[in-house]
């Protein structure tokens, strides 16, 4: 898939969110990436790159303290060939990419890894 229709797809995401959680994205860089590298992978215990799909890298905002303040952004990065890697199809990436956008911003607003496992498991069974 071109670069600018992953792109899209990922503002797509964004833009899906409710406009509460939109509000409260405030200095976080989302980015496109092609592939995650060594130090994402040993930072996040994956062995191959293509396990990893998104990656937060910032202070959650339930651990913000009132000294918090004059930070370089949190960064989301969504790494596009690994998600492509993932999917077959056009609509397969559109709904991996939504996926993995929404689980980082998760991060970004204190879930951890383990809750978001735990609520993405029940939704799949709802399914």
């Given amino acids: 898939m071109q670069r600018e229709k992953f792109e899209a797809l990922v503002v797509r995401a964004i833009d899906s969110l409710p406009p509460e959680f939109q509000r409260k994205l405030e200095n976080v860089d989302i980015v496109v990436e092609n592939w995650p590298t060594p130090g994402q992978l040993r930072q996040t215990k994956h062995s191959h790159p293509t396990q990893l799909l998104g990656l937060y890298q910032g202070v959650p905002q339930t651990r913000r303290g009132r000294g918090y303040g004059l930070v370089l952004p949190d ?41 978001l496992r735990k609520i993405e498991g029940e939704k799949r069974g709802r399914k």
Avoid: M, Y
């Fill in 75 to 115: 960064k989301i990065s969504i790494f596009q060939k690994p998600i492509e890697a993932q999917c077959r199809f056009g609509d397969e990436i559109e709904a991996k990419v939504e996926e993995v956008v929404c689980h980082e911003i998760a991060h970004h607003f204190g879930l951890d890894e383990k809750t």
